[in-house]
């Protein structure tokens, strides 16, 4: 079973990459971001005819997160768990088999200590609660955290040190979510550096791998220990108008 995460940025700027990168590759379950897509202009039944069911949660322009599978989705969720009236599509939530999978869009945070800054940390508070919440199904929350873990996981420690995407505080609220029992596919695979999941646009990042890790697939301990491989899709942030993020996967033994 292969499970990716992939921030598209703009679906329909990139729905003929996305068409043709799912019959390349026939991913299980993929879990989109920066979908920047309206419900009602999502591609559902174009992607049914591929053979892949959709959960979506959209708005125009900005944000937005889907879920594709094999499967149908059940017991769609688009929003954390609590009952804050949250406009920001960031999240969404389905029953897949056995699996309650999350594709996730954490806030960028924009400046440390702004507004931004704070909502962003109070919404990975609210997501910590709303995982920790199921217990009944293995769990697989898949996303652009808009964190990197660990000085590994940028490209230049000190240039990033206590900036956006990188502060204790952020690293410290994706260790807290990781710690209600999820664990990093990637990082339990792969120790090196240099694995990095999004390249700004400017300065030719991507060629002189000046890049952040903080697209992730997390699973919950037990499916962890079924997963067999982790790995980055380079080769989707190259060629005409790609997406600034790789896609990141995940494969498991069923």
């Not at 003929?16 to 590759?25: C, S, V």
Request: charged residues 30%; proline residues 5%; neutral net charge.
């Amino acid at each position: 079973m292969k499970i990716v995460s992939w921030n598209i940025n703009s679906l329909r700027k990139r729905q003929d990459r996305l068409f043709d990168w799912l019959e390349a590759i026939k991913p299980d379950i993929v879990c989109l971001q920066e979908t920047k897509c309206p419900d009602d202009q999502f591609p559902a039944l174009a992607l049914q005819a591929v053979g892949y069911r959709s959960a979506y949660h959209g708005e125009k322009s900005y944000n937005g997160v889907a879920i594709l599978a094999k499967r149908e989705p059940r017991d769609v969720r688009p929003s954390l768990c609590d009952e804050v009236v949250d406009p920001q599509a960031r999240v969404i939530a389905a029953t897949i088999g056995h699996l309650r999978v999350f594709s996730i869009y954490a806030p960028n945070g924009q400046a440390v200590g702004s507004p931004a800054y704070e909502y962003k940390l109070n919404w990975y508070r609210r997501l910590r609660d709303c995982v920790a919440n199921e217990k009944s199904l293995d769990v697989i929350v898949c996303g652009d955290f808009n964190v990197a873990p660990e000085d590994i996981d940028v490209y230049d420690p000190d240039l990033w040190r206590g900036a956006i995407m990188a502060s204790e505080s952020e690293r410290a609220a994706f260790r807290e979510l990781c710690k209600i029992g999820l664990r990093d596919t990637l990082r339990t695979h792969h120790k090196e550096g240099e694995l990095y999941t999004w390249w700004d646009y400017q300065m030719r990042a991507f060629e002189k791998k000046r890049g952040l890790r903080i697209d992730a697939v997390l699973a919950s301990e037990k499916l962890a220990t079924k997963c067999i491989a982790a790995g980055i899709d380079r080769e989707m942030r190259k060629g005409k108008e790609p997406s600034d993020h790789a896609p990141v996967w995940a494969e498991f033994v069923e």
